[in-house]
Every structure is written in structure tokens, then in C-alpha cells.
């Protein structure tokens, strides 16, 4: 079976690999099996993408286009960690949509190898959750943060493509998406007097690490600042127990 004759052979091939890459459990996907279902000559996939690998690149460089699209795809509320949930939401939406797309973006993952898509994906949370550091709204560092949730987040998104459309249940998204920033929120930070001052002492510190690297302060020299920097990551990333 191939794609739609009428649709371009770049198209073709793209939706091909794509499809072949998702179903095929890790095994090698050939030129002649992506071919076949494009309806196009081998040529005809060198001519665009120079090899198989180049297609493979082009596969997931498109799917990230997309994804970045639809994760900047909305006004910021002034709430950083309300856009970190339309963020994750966003992100479940996209996986369910694509499925086939969405696991060769995050699905083929090789022990100790880690994908530059996922770097990039965590930079995109990052992002955000850095306004958050700023506004002093996290007791965690944003880099830890962002791994965190998206780590989360694609192991939702696996498990809800995993199972029938009819039975998944989308509230399992929510609740993980909740628990998640609850635990990286300064808002959960609660306990004894003494835990408290520890936690706002944190918290911080983190937010004045953010808005420091954020504002590209000249302030202080580049020596002063990235002793500062080292000082206040050791305060946000000490035990509050």
C-alpha cells in the first residue's frame, strides 16, 4: 500500500518514514521498504534527502517544527506554571494526534543515548519554567524541574497512545500533570517554622539565580557574577529536610 499519488514525493517519503520508523519495534527500516510505501524510486529519495539517514533527520526535525508550534501556540497568561499545564496538555494532544510521528520523536529511545529532540524539548520547559524561578514560584531548579515534568509528560503520552482509543482515560494525564508541578511548586513547601524559613531561603534563591542569568546583568563583572551564580546554586540546591 502507498501514500496518495497526488500528494508531493517529499511528502510521500516523509509520511513513509515516519509510518515505517514508528512500527518497526526498532528494527532496521530499509530504502526499498520506504519507497514501496511512498510510491517513488530510490532516486527520487536521494534526490531530496542525499540518504536514508537524511530522510530520518528530516522525519524528526519536521515533527519537532510542529511540536514547537503547537507548545508556543499560545498567549503567556502571566501564570508561568498555568502555561506549564497548557504546555503539558499541548504536548498529550500532539502524542494522541500523531502517534506514529510522536513515537519516532520520543518513542525510539536507545540505553545511554540520549536524543537531542528530548534536549530540546526540555529546553522548550525550561524556558518557561524559568519565569517561574523568577517569580519565585519554584523549590527546585528549572533544569531539574523540566526534567522532571517531561519526563513525566512523554511517559503519559506512551502509555495513553499504548492503549485502545476507546479506553484511554485522559484523566491520568491531569492527575500526573498536577502531582508533578505540585512537587516542584514553592507553594507546597510547608512543615515547621524551620523548614519554612529553609524553603523560602531556597526558593530564593532560585528566583534571584534566574533573574540574574536572565538579565545578562553588568552589574558585576564576569568573574563576580559567575561566583554569585555558583553561591546561590549551592543555597537552591541544598536538602531543605
Do not use: C
Amino acid at each position: 500500500m502507498s501514500f496518495d499519488g497526488q500528494l508531493p514525493p517529499k511528502i510521500r517519503l516523509l509520511r513513509a518514514a515516519a509510518e515505517l520508523l514508528a512500527k518497526s519495534g526498532g528494527a532496521a527500516v530499509s530504502t526499498r521498504q520506504i519507497t514501496q510505501l511512498a510510491g517513488v524510486t530510490a532516486p527520487t529519495l536521494y534526490h531530496h534527502f542525499g540518504d536514508k539517514e537524511g530522510l530520518f533527520d528530516a522525519v524528526v526535525a519536521a515533527g519537532f517544527e510542529e511540536y514547537v508550534a503547537g507548545e508556543r501556540d499560545f498567549a503567556p497568561s502571566g501564570h508561568p506554571l498555568e502555561d506549564i499545564r497548557r504546555m503539558w496538555d499541548n504536548h498529550v494532544q500532539f502524542g494522541l494526534k500523531q502517534p506514529e510521528l510522536y513515537l519516532v520523536m520520543f518513542g525510539n529511545i536507545r540505553p545511554e543515548s540520549r536524543p537531542a529532540i528530548v534536549a530540546d524539548a526540555e529546553a522548550l520547559m525550561e524556558e518557561m519554567l524559568n519565569k517561574a524561578a523568577v517569580a519565585g514560584q519554584l523549590n527546585v531548579q528549572p533544569r531539574e524541574a523540566a526534567r522532571s515534568i517531561l519526563a513525566a509528560n512523554v511517559g503519559v503520552t506512551l502509555m495513553l497512545i499504548a492503549e485502545p482509543a476507546a479506553e484511554r482515560n485522559l484523566e491520568l494525564s491531569t492527575m500526573t500533570r498536577d502531582a508533578m508541578i505540585f512537587a516542584v511548586a514553592a507553594e507546597q513547601a510547608g512543615g515547621t517554622s524551620e523548614d519554612s524559613g529553609k524553603s523560602s531561603v531556597v526558593v530564593a534563591a532560585i528566583a534571584l539565580n534566574a533573574a540574574l542569568q536572565a538579565s545578562h546583568s553588568d552589574q558585576l563583572s564576569s568573574s563576580e557574577l559567575k561566583l554569585f551564580l555558583e553561591w546561590l546554586h549551592r543555597i537552591s540546591t541544598s536538602s531543605t529536610s
